[in-house]
């Protein structure tokens, strides 16, 4: 697909907001509150599907190398992210054929109700996710994750997406009583599925801007990579800083959408 004509000052601008969202989304998830406001500024006459197209082409780059630098040194149980993240490949599938009949102005007050709840909750509980239960996850757990975090999850991101992989963390964290760094390590594999389902309904019926996504991958991939190799380093603590102000950040741009 033809790129249309971008100056050079919007290019290097789409290219840190891509390297921006990388890192935020490799660290908590929630990318996609900087990347997608940026490629609409950047795309004003694009179609709405051309610019998410562009978006998760851009996206999976970094998604991608986030996980790998996760799973190098987290300890990531790939066979279960795998599991939950085939689950929300067919959870994204079913919301998105939903999507064209449901009002998300109807949805986004029940999200931000929801995105306060959580914030309260991660704010009064100063312990959340700081560490992962010594105890083994039983069966109904992982089941529930699989339903919860991969399908449930997966079919609002389908539908109509903010703040996908802050809810995958949050989800994993307290169904499978992982630490954050690791939620986020299991999320991020989790998203590679949702996304490369994605990209590859996008790429069909030619919605991609190929060699725009291209060069801002490159500023993704690093982002990620490096949010990744922070959250490693910095810890619990650090994520949660990070996750509190992304569930903040989506809050007050669900509210603009809303009421705005």
Not at 72 to 81: E, F
Not at 192 to 211: D, E, R, S
């Amino acid at each position: 697909m033809t790129v249309p004509d971008i100056s050079t000052t919007m290019i290097i601008v789409l290219c840190v907001a891509a390297a921006a969202a990388g890192w935020i989304d490799a660290v908590v998830g929630g990318g996609g509150l900087l990347l997608l406001p940026a490629l609409l500024l950047g795309l004003p006459s694009a179609h709405p599907a051309t610019v998410l197209g562009t978006n998760k082409a851009v996206a999976i780059v970094g998604t991608a190398g986030a996980a790998v630098t996760y799973v190098r040194k987290a300890p990531v149980n790939v066979k279960l992210a795998v599991r939950i993240g085939l689950a929300a490949l067919a959870g994204s599938m079913g919301g998105a054929a939903l999507a064209g009949g449901i009002s998300k102005d109807a949805l986004r007050p029940l999200i931000m109700v929801v995105l306060v709840v959580v914030a309260a909750f991660v704010l009064f509980r100063p312990a959340f996710g700081t560490a992962p239960s010594t105890s083994p996850v039983s069966r109904q757990r992982v089941l529930l994750a699989i339903g919860l975090a991969g399908l449930g999850i997966g079919f609002y991101d389908g539908l109509i997406g903010p703040g996908t992989g802050t809810f995958l963390v949050l989800a994993l964290t307290a169904l499978l009583h992982l630490d954050l760094v690791t939620a986020s390590a299991t999320a991020k594999i989790v998203n590679c599925c949702t996304n490369a389902g994605a990209l590859a309904m996008f790429a069909y019926q030619g919605m991609v801007l190929w060699q725009l996504a291209a060069l801002m991958a490159v500023f993704n991939l690093a982002g990620g990579m490096i949010g990744a190799r922070m959250a490693l380093k910095k810890g619990s603590g650090f994520v949660r800083g990070v996750l509190l102000t992304v569930v903040g950040a989506l809050v007050i741009k669900l509210g603009f959408e809303q009421w705005g």
